[in-house]
């Protein structure tokens, strides 16, 4: 009696399942394929903003070259806020008419405030000869966002300040820019499907009664991003980026002027490492340029930045570092 | 249609300031505005964010905006 009992509450488990035999074990269902097919007209995303259609291009081919010393420091007083001091030794450019590259040396100190905020961003940077550089970025809704640019200076009529209010749609973009010297633009950009964005641009400027449009395309996939430009004061702007893996991505870019009939291309990759990032670019102007980051240490950041121009016999050749975020 | 345009065109040449005035006056009133505006905001635009900065959570103390540390 007792032995059956026993018995009947021992009885052994069900048996496990048995094990996936082969590739059905590995592979995902098939029926997931097929909603990655299918696109979603009605869902496409949102698209970049115009002015930052070729992003990808210019942070890749146009680092930040500059000749001499230079030293910035940014303190965080707390989450926010933080105040930055930068020291710039060396020479700078000046714009001329002639081919000849007239180079002025100058030595400058510049103090700046930063409030960064989810809904509002300040940027300020004042020089001693009193220039300031001011942002402002504040969204007024969740689809609406104002952004003021300024550079004011001590003498008239240099100063130039810029407003832009941004919508955000569901899948387009669009800007308005009111500036002085009467300056009107306007842009709008539109995903039209999961990779391509097309977008135009018009823009009055009233001093110089010169008004002109433009139309801009761009495709990105997770590897590449492709873009152009044509606008109306005759430029004409491709670019092609090429994600080669996630520390490697190559960059070219062309750009030709009618008015001037001016072709520049230039190729271009990006290292971007756990200790350092390294750019470098070489241009059909015979121009060859570089630039490194090193970190050194925990927000200690080293710089390096080179520029041959063998055509202009002009070389420039900068060092610096970076303290603070 | 025709005569009071023209009848306005002459009325503008025969009273031609004070006619024109309001116009003129607003757009003096806005030049002089933005004038103040331009000094208001280069004195003013880093004091501010300054000031928006050191009244931010968590508040920080005064001499961290002095102190290089």
Known sequence: MG???????TLPPPPPPPPAVGLTGVLPPKTEEKGETKVDWLNLP???????????????????LFEGLRFDF????????????SV???????????????KVPTAHYEFGANFLDPKLMLVGRVLTDGRLNARVKCDLTDNLTLKINAQLTNEPHFSQGMFNFDYKGKDYRSQFQVGNNAFYGANY??????HLS???????????????????????TDKMVATGQVASTGIVALSYVQKVSEKVSLASDFMYNHMTRDVT?????????????????IDSTGCVAAYLEERLNMGVNFILSAEIDHRKKDYKFGFGMTVGE | MASRVSSKGKGKAGRGPDDGSTARCVKDWSTWAM??????????????????GMNSEPKPHLSQLVSPV
């Open chain 1, 198 to 220: 097309l977008g135009s641009e018009v823009f009055w400027l009233g001093h110089q009664r010169k008004s002109g449009i433009g139309f801009a395309a761009r495709y990105n």
């Open chain 1, 189 to 194: 950009i539109q995903s039209v499907s999961p």
């Open chain 2, 35 to 52: 004038k103040k505006a331009k000094v208001v905001a280069h004195y003013g635009f880093i004091p501010l964010i300054i000031v928006i």
């Open chain 1, 74 to 85: 940014t303190k965080g007083l707390n989450q926010k806020f933080s105040l930055s001091h």
């Open chain 1, 3 to 9: 032995s059956s009992v026993s018995h009947a509450a």
């Open chain 1, 46 to 64: 949102c698209p970049v903003p115009f002015e930052e259609i070729q992003r990808e291009a210019l942070m890749s081919l146009k680092p930040e």
């Open chain 1, 88 to 102: 710039f030794m060396g020479s700078m450019e000046v714009p001329s008419q002639s081919s000849d590259t007239i």
């Open chain 1, 265 to 281: 291309s230039s190729f271009g990759y990006d290292y971007i490492l756990r200790q350092c990032r390294l750019r470098g670019k």
